[in-house]
């Protein structure tokens, strides 16, 4: 057990997650879908896709394939083109990031004491546009973008520590999501926190971090 006394001891590098550590994951879709919203309302008269698209996610997820499809359908809108037509919509259009409270300040704070880094998972455009306009790269001498792999493979780390010259032991990995950020990062022996937020702010799992905070301020206070 890692005592929390001197869980900062020797700590060179800090790792973040991106979606839903630094930034809402939940309000960087929904905006967008809300944007879709507008976008075929104004084009096509069309009402309520928003209200629809949301009911069905909140009851199948956002990996849900079909939640346009379905919308459509509830809207007695459905026809393929229009499904295609809005995904691409969905997928050029920019929206703001919603950045947790204090975020900008902590990161400051905390590059002037460690190096930091991000390993998040996604597509890579998608990730580096919400890093861009969330203003966060003069943080970060690190950036890592994962494409259809998970972080739970200790080799996604290794690249970070042979960057940085650094060992597990003096790094910390911050993350949210307990079913997939920090299996790869404690097997190599890195400490690790999860910030109760976002999606994942109330799942459980036994593959949790060695501690955990309602925010990355309450991190931030603690060290």
Known sequence: MISKVNFMKNIELILFDLDDTLISESKWYMDKWKKCDFY????????????????????HGFDYTKKVDDA???????????????????????VTPTIFPNTHYILKDLSKKFHLGIITSGKKWEQELKIK???F??????????????????????KS?????????????VGNDPFNDFIGAKNLKMKTIR????????????????????SLEDFNNDF
Do not use: C, R
């Open 40 to 59: 075929i309302e104004k084009k096509y008269n069309i009402v309520g896709f928003y209200e629809k698209i949301s009911q069905i996610i909140y009851q």
């Open 72 to 94: 459509l359908v509830g809207l007695n809108a459905y026809s393929k083109n229009l499904v295609k037509e809005i995904v691409n919509y969905y997928l050029d259009v920019e």
């Open 133 to 135: 306009l969330s203003g």
């Open 137 to 158: 790269e003069e943080y970060f001498s690190f950036i890592d973008i994962i494409e259809n792999k998970s972080k739970t493979s200790s080799e996604l780390f290794i």
């Open 161 to 173: 520590l042979i960057f940085f010259n650094t060992i597990p032991e003096n790094t910390v990995y």
């Open 195 to 214: 910030i109760l937020q976002g999606i994942h702010k109330n799942s459980v799992s036994i593959n949790d971090a060695d501690f955990t905070y309602n």
